[in-house]
């Protein structure tokens, strides 16, 4: 069974719009850690925020926003006011503490913001 | 600080020849994994290493691929012999362990673009 799943496979918007990409995740353990990462066009992963099992505390980092709920095991990312150097794709990913540091990463969506 | 170094960044071979990919990690990272990227499959994990010591190679595809760490700064994975099928970006990517730092995160590095005729 998928441990990260990311339902929406392809998004476009129009610059300035927001956009929430969702992560739903699955793990039994109760110390893990969640991931967000950046795929551009050209090719590299680039990490963009972790988070731990014991923090719930929403994140915002200029204009992208993160939102913990373990209730629903969701993992979203918002990006305001989105700009086409938001185009990319965006991984989710899981790590539990009882299979070390393995990644388990969502399949990816692929985000389009047309100019 | 350097990131993940891989090389090289592009390979065309043709099937049957062997292809050895190389990495580098961020100094002082104590894990260091090879992944595999394509359209169908998505990102794969090949292998992982702990320490230079291989912890799970569940992901290898088969014999034809193999992996070494010799020490704490260099890895390779090697496909002997090639086929089409492998053609795929490949990634390295290091990571601290859990307590050891305040990043827990992988770092990846910019990937092999394989392309096996």
């Known amino acids: 069974a998928q441990k990260v799943t990311q339902a929406q496979t392809e998004i476009s918007v129009v610059e300035k719009e927001d956009v929430t990409l969702d992560c739903v995740y699955e793990?039994?353990?109760?110390?893990?850690?969640l991931f967000w990462y950046k795929q551009p066009p050209s090719g590299e992963l680039v990490f963009l925020i972790r988070r731990n099992s014991f923090d719930e505390q929403n994140e915002i980092s200029g204009r992208y926003s993160w939102n913990f709920q373990k209730s629903t095991s969701s993992f979203n990312f918002t990006i305001t006011a989105s700009q086409v150097v938001d185009s990319a794709v965006y991984f989710c990913?899981?790590?539990?503490?009882?299979?070390?540091?393995?990644?388990?990463f969502g399949t990816g969506t692929s985000l389009t913001v047309i100019p | 600080d350097a990131g993940v170094i891989q090389s090289p960044r592009h390979e065309v071979t043709e099937m049957g020849q062997e292809v050895t990919l190389r990495c580098k990690p961020i100094s002082g990272h104590d894990y260091l994994f090879w992944y595999r990227q394509t359209m169908m499959r998505g990102l794969e994990l090949l292998i992982y290493f702990n320490n230079n010591v291989p912890i799970d190679d569940s992901g290898m595809p088969e014999d034809r691929f193999s992996a070494k760490m010799p020490n704490a700064s260099f890895s390779t994975l090697k496909i002997q012999p090639s086929e089409p099928r492998d053609s795929a970006v490949y990634f390295c990517?290091?990571?601290?362990?859990?307590?050891?730092?305040?990043?827990?995160?992988?770092?990846f590095g910019p990937g092999t673009r394989l392309t096996v005729t």
């Open positions: 990913a899981l790590s539990e503490t009882t299979t070390g540091n393995q990644f388990y």
């Open positions: 793990t039994r353990d109760t110390t893990y850690y």
């Open positions: 990517a290091s990571s601290l362990a859990v307590g050891r730092g305040v990043g827990y995160e992988q770092y």
